[in-house]
């Protein structure tokens, strides 16, 4: 069983920065796509950036050039900086990282959320 804790999240105002971690743990053979999703009240859960085990990004157009998603792959652990905060982006943050265990089974799992408040 594969298991992702998220962190990093909290109260900070227009214009400052937070870094979120995702780490998952586990009988993790790989990890193939890490992802950083957020779902603000009364809205659908949207993709904010995913990456790749080889590095390659990809991100929502809202946050392009304000947050870089990292991934260290020994430590199974993601990252999302995040510059620039607006208040449109308040949302709980959620993780997601699918992959393969050391039984050779898929797994697609998900964090349980930190909340990201940006507001003066």
């Known amino acids: 069983q594969v298991q992702l804790v998220e962190s990093g999240g909290g109260l900070v105002q227009p214009g400052g920065s937070l870094r979120l971690s995702c780490a998952a743990s586990g009988s993790i053979l790989t990890i193939n796509t890490m992802g950083w999703y957020r779902q603000a009240p009364g809205k659908q859960r949207e993709l904010v950036a995913d990456i790749t085990r080889g590095g390659t990004s990809n991100y929502v157009d809202s946050v392009k050039g304000r947050f870089t998603i990292a991934r260290d792959n020994a430590k199974n652990t993601g990252y999302l900086q995040m510059n620039s905060l607006k208040t449109e982006d308040t949302a709980v943050y959620y993780c997601?990282?699918?992959?393969?265990?050391?039984?050779?089974?898929?797994?697609?799992?998900w964090g349980q959320g930190t909340q990201v408040t940006v507001s003066s």
């Open positions: 997601n990282a699918a992959g393969m265990t050391r039984a050779f089974r898929g797994f697609d799992n």
